[in-house]
């Protein structure tokens, strides 16, 4: 099996944060001498250079980053933040969130920033199996957004890439029609709406030139009943990647053994893990949960030291076939989408992955609709379940579907089955949770 950088793809983990150590006490001492946001942070904290900061060993010693640490340092001067630590003229790109809470957080990168973005990004896509030659066609919102390393990590794969961005499904399935790709690059989600829609037009999916499918963007493309419905409606393999657009846009990617998401930034990013609660570090070990935590270890523009990522995740660090010796992760769900039910923790995806063992009787798409606004809710849960196309089903099934959350989730809910067509689809992410009922 063929690997973009195989020499640092195999190396023996065990040694990876040894070797890691130098890159990360010259990173301290660049935020010490370029950062005013980390140097005020650190000195705050009780460190006042980087020797006293010491190696990897004693990371966990250091503040946590949050996105909203981040945001209190904008202003009309500083736009970007006081995290920029390197002047505008050596900024070659700047990308931007969505937004979607206010203003928009821009990310900046040099050089030598992209250069290891994409770099990262080739190990990722790479790991799917994906070689020079083969067409994709994609729907990632790769303009202003960081999607757009993808856009160069592709071509330096040699692949022959077709973006056509969300929100187009006519222009997306004419291109699958016309130009034949092999891969196609989308979020779980969508691939599913891309399917069904398909079908209401006598379009047969499964018969396409799509052989493999590159889900990102979102939880889902590990979970077993939504793999499955994928890999049926379009009869070709799925596999997954993984990012964070502050750090970087592709830090995991997962091989044809589809055994979860090899990290894919050895040498240029480190990652903890830690208990989302308390923040107490996590040990890397075959089973362990919890959130994921990244350092730069050589960025320019806007370093991150700790930054918590609120991706929560299942390690696994068996062998895989592949030869990557990297630790594997299944994200389980966003630690900033969790709600809590009478103490327990419920992941919308969760309820998403148990809902999918119904297989053919439910669509696989769900709403959770909380009553009451915040975290936590009382039971029981409101859950609206479709059901398939063409299935009517009375309370039996809704009653074992109830049942199957309690047991596997140990929380109460309330079914709700409407028919197929019912809830809605994205183009882009999926939304588990409307709050439109919330008070």
Not at 143 to 165: E, K, Q
Request: proline letters at 6%.
């Amino acid at each position: 099996m063929t690997m973009h950088a195989a020499a640092i793809e195999t190396a023996p983990w065990a040694d990876q944060a040894r070797r890691d150590d130098a890159a990360y006490r010259a990173q301290l001492a660049y935020l010490f001498a370029h950062s005013a946001f980390y140097r005020d942070r650190l000195r705050d904290a009780g460190v006042s250079s980087p020797e006293e900061a010491g190696g990897l060993e004693a990371i966990a010693a250091l503040p946590f980053t949050e996105k909203d640490d981040l945001r209190a340092t904008r202003d009309e001067a500083h736009p970007i933040g006081t995290h920029l630590a390197a002047p505008m003229s050596d900024i070659v790109r700047v990308y931007s969130t969505s937004g979607t809470t206010g203003t928009p957080s821009y990310i900046p990168l040099t050089q030598s920033d992209l250069e290891d973005w994409i770099e990262i990004s080739q190990r990722s896509y790479a790991a799917s199996g994906v070689v020079a030659g083969e067409r994709m066609v994609s729907t990632y919102n790769a303009g202003p957004f960081v999607a757009g390393v993808t856009l160069d990590a592709f071509a330096r794969l040699g692949l022959c890439h077709i973006p056509v961005g969300a929100g187009n499904t006519e222009r997306l399935m004419a291109a699958v029609q016309l130009l034949k790709p092999t891969v196609l690059g989308c979020t779980p989600s969508y691939a599913l709406h891309l399917a069904e829609w398909a079908a209401d037009r006598g379009i047969d999916t499964a018969a396409s030139s799509v052989a493999r499918i590159l889900v990102a963007g979102e939880p889902g493309g590990g979970e077993p009943a939504m793999r499955a419905r994928l890999q049926e409606a379009w009869g070709a393999s799925v596999t997954e990647a993984m990012g964070i657009g502050d750090i970087s846009v592709s830090l995991w990617g997962e091989c044809p053994h589809r055994d979860g998401m090899h990290f894919s930034g050895r040498g240029l990013v480190h990652f903890e893990l830690i208990d989302p609660v308390t923040g107490a570090t996590v040990a890397i070990e075959d089973g362990a949960e919890g959130e994921l935590v990244y350092t730069h270890l050589r960025h320019k523009a806007a370093p991150l030291l700790r930054f918590r990522s609120r991706d929560r995740v299942r390690i696994s660090t068996a062998p895989c076939a592949c030869g990557r010796t990297a630790p594997r992760v299944r994200c389980i769900g966003r630690t900033d989408d969790l709600l809590i039910v009478r103490g327990v923790n419920v992941f919308p995806t969760a309820l998403r992955e148990v809902v999918g063992d119904f297989g053919d009787a439910v669509s696989g798409v769900i709403s959770i609709r909380p009553r009451a606004k915040g975290v936590k809710q009382a039971p029981p849960l409101p859950v609206r379940v479709e059901l398939a196309e063409g299935v009517v089903a009375g309370q039996d099934l809704a009653d074992r579907i109830r049942q199957r959350i309690r047991d596997k989730l140990v929380v109460t809910t309330a079914v709700e089955l409407v028919p197929w067509g019912t809830l809605p689809r994205s183009d882009y992410k999926s939304k588990l949770v409307d709050w439109s009922a919330a008070t």
